[in-house]
């Protein structure tokens, strides 16, 4: 049996991104492994680098009136235990600079939009990472698959849409030859929709191209 831990910020500080990151370090060095832990952030707007580094910590957004969780800095992604990070209903809106997400470790973005950065989302080391029914538009590159690891966590990235990004997505080196498939995403108005530099096999038979 797991234990689940939920800190919701009705209940803890978590207002900026200095009082979530002391949260953070907090919890890596009080939570024991194999302990889950989800941080329920509050519809705010973070300025500010983030870093997950201790152990995996799953965040969480959640939107009040027009107003939802966003990044507007780098948030790093280094714990390395194995578990998979998971990032739900969150914003990461840059300055068409910088990385939205820079993931080393196991990763997964579910409903999350990346707007405006150099690369949405980064991928590299050893990880695996995936993307799942997010929005990445505008940006130099969308998602950005760089690792030589030797393990896969799901070989889906449906249901994603890329607008107006340079490239939409660049795979560069991704671990293993499984087929990622990227079925029921919508490429529109990119540059490059998807340089396969590393001739990764691909399943776009239920991607939209226009």
Not at 43 to 61: D, F, S
Not at 180 to 206: E, K, T, Y
Request: charged share 20%; hydrophobic share 35%; aromatic share 12%.
């Amino acid at each position: 049996r797991i234990e689940t831990y939920d800190y919701h910020y009705e209940d803890y500080p978590m207002d900026t991104v200095e009082q979530l990151q002391a949260l953070v370090d907090q919890i890596s060095e009080e939570v024991p492994m194999p302990t889950v832990v989800n941080l329920h952030l509050p519809p705010v707007t973070y300025q500010g680098e983030l870093a997950i580094e201790g152990r995996p910590i799953n965040l969480y957004g959640s939107q009040e009136g027009d107003q939802r969780t966003t990044f507007t800095d780098t948030v790093r992604v280094t714990a390395q235990d194995g578990s998979i990070i998971y990032f739900y209903d969150l914003n990461f809106e840059g300055s068409g600079e910088e990385i939205g997400i820079s993931a080393s470790a196991r990763f997964w973005a579910e409903n999350c939009s990346f707007t405006g950065w150099k690369t949405g989302v980064l991928g590299y080391g050893s990880s695996w990472i995936n993307v799942i029914a997010c929005q990445f538009t505008d940006n130099g590159i969308g998602f950005h698959f760089n690792s030589d690891g030797e393990y896969v966590s799901h070989s889906m990235f449906n249901d994603n849409t890329f607008l107006k990004n340079d490239t939409a997505v660049l795979l560069e080196r991704v671990p293993t030859d499984v087929t990622m498939n990227f079925q029921g995403s919508h490429f529109s108005q990119n540059g490059v929709d998807i340089d396969n530099r590393c001739s990764q096999p691909l399943d776009i038979s239920q991607a939209i191209f226009d």
